[in-house]
């Protein structure tokens, strides 16, 4: 890319780094910096949040249905399936996606995205009164992002891991 320095993003898909384009990825300074990058983000999860067993559909289902009974409204439709860049998405026909990565996540994060989720079939958008209504649900739904940040951190951590050995 034409930057000039290294930017990493965490995101459903896992880590993005974007390189300026003298750099390479088999560059130890650049998986160095990764590797920071993971550390720091990962220390942002609660040692509490350990992962579940995987749920199943059906039983994310059910939790999408107490959470739907509870915030008084109704998707039309909801599915999980690959998702590269979002956790979720809501449309305003009522349709609710989540990504499968959300089937191992632990349950205070899963409820954060269902909540989040589900709320935009009252408010589309991320402005100031969504804000307002999750800030209703969930007073702490402000941290539960972050966890969700680090919790994607030690899941790649995790991975690298396992890769070399």
Not at 62 to 73: K, M, N, T
Not at 75 to 81: F, G, H, I, N, T
Not at 100 to 117: A, F, G, V
Not at 126 to 141: A, K, M, N, V
Request: proline share 7%; glycine share 4%.
């Amino acid at each position: 890319m034409e930057r000039k320095s290294l930017a990493i993003r965490l995101g459903p898909a896992g880590v993005e780094v974007r390189l300026p384009q003298w750099a390479s990825t088999h560059d130890p300074r650049v998986r160095e910096a990764v590797m920071q990058h993971l550390a720091r983000a990962a220390k942002l999860v609660p040692p509490e949040l350990d992962p579940p067993r995987p749920l199943t559909r059906a039983e994310l289902q059910a939790e999408a249905d107490a959470w739907a009974d509870r915030l008084s409204v109704s998707p039309k439709r909801l599915q999980v399936r690959r998702m590269a860049t979002r956790w979720g998405s809501c449309t305003s026909l009522g349709n609710v996606t989540f990504s499968d990565r959300i089937l191992h996540m632990p349950k205070l994060l899963r409820d954060y995205l269902i909540c989040h989720e589900l709320l935009h079939l009252r408010e589309l958008n991320h402005g100031p009164q969504f804000r307002c209504l999750l800030e209703g649900c969930l007073s702490d739904w402000k941290l539960r992002e972050e966890w969700l940040v680090g919790w994607v951190a030690r899941s790649e951590i995790e991975s690298l891991r396992a890769r070399r050995r």
